[in-house]
């Protein structure tokens, strides 16, 4: 516990620094915290934030990480092949929930989507949140809990984190379900192949359809979704379901990999 503590302690240093020392100089401490947040200076709070999110667990990986062997980021061969893998299972996801809203009259493409902001944001972001959450959290939360405890509480963790933003009870509700559900797919991943890269690219696929296809454009329900986020409704929790079956079966022996992210 206690290193996962020290290792939270330094996220949450990094975090509140982020958004603190621009909110001083704006004069409003919390402003980035808020929907109503300058964009650039909202901009640049997520790209320290993330970065101080590879940093320090890369730090502490080298100080308190888990064992050798477990999932890392190492660019051992194979990962090119995983990742891919991940992306295209991904895609599948996203592919086939767009169809059945479509055929419903649910959903039509969007008339402005940002795919260079996408291409950019959404790898990154997702290898940032698999290092620390399936990477670093999971593999000693494992080690020092076991695995039941690991995949639950890691995984709330890691929808809860996601909730601080506006939006109604009902909503983060519903997205919370979907987070869990989320995080324990990723999470059967990377006990499936024995490295992060699967779902990392599963995680860029989910990065990228909400910033090309943004929430708010369904009509908001408990079936379709929620404040118009398909992944917010019970047909979202139904296909995460349904896509973690298949990965729920023993994982694949794992190699000693090189200590660090």
């Not at 949450?12 to 402003?31: E, N, R």
């Not at 947040?37 to 320290?48: F, M, T």
């Not at 419903?104 to 959450?133: H, K, N, S, Y």
Request: net charge positive.
């Amino acid at each position: 516990m206690k290193r996962i503590g020290a290792f939270l302690g330094l996220l949450a240093v990094g975090w509140v620094a982020a958004w603190l020392i621009p909110g001083l100089i704006l004069g409003q401490p919390t402003i980035l915290l808020s929907r109503h947040g300058p964009r650039e200076w909202k901009d640049g709070y997520l790209i320290a934030l993330y970065c101080w999110l590879l940093f320090s667990t890369s730090f502490s990986w080298r100080r308190w990480g888990p064992q050798p062997g477990s999932a890392t980021l190492a660019l051992r061969p194979g990962w090119v092949r995983l990742f891919t893998a991940g992306l295209l299972l991904g895609i599948g996801m996203i592919v086939g929930s767009r169809l059945i809203l479509t055929l419903f009259g649910r959903w039509t493409p969007p008339p402005d989507p940002q795919l260079l902001a996408a291409l950019v944001a959404a790898p990154l972001m997702a290898i940032a949140e698999e290092v620390v959450f399936r990477g670093y959290l999971f593999q000693v939360a494992r080690e020092e809990w076991g695995k039941p405890a690991a995949y639950l509480g890691v995984n709330l963790f890691f929808a809860v984190l996601h909730l601080f933003r506006p939006g109604t009870t009902e909503w983060k509700l519903a997205f919370g379900v979907s987070l869990v559900l989320a995080g324990i797919f990723l999470s059967l991943l990377v006990e499936r192949t024995g490295s992060l890269w699967m779902a990392i690219g599963v995680h860029t696929t989910w990065v990228f359809i909400q910033i090309v296809d943004p929430p708010g454009r369904l009509d908001s329900s408990w079936f379709w979704g929620l404040s118009g986020d398909p992944l917010s409704g019970i047909l979202g929790w139904i296909l995460l379901a349904l896509t973690c079956g298949p990965f729920l079966g023993p994982a694949r022996a794992r190699q000693p990999s090189p200590e660090g992210p």
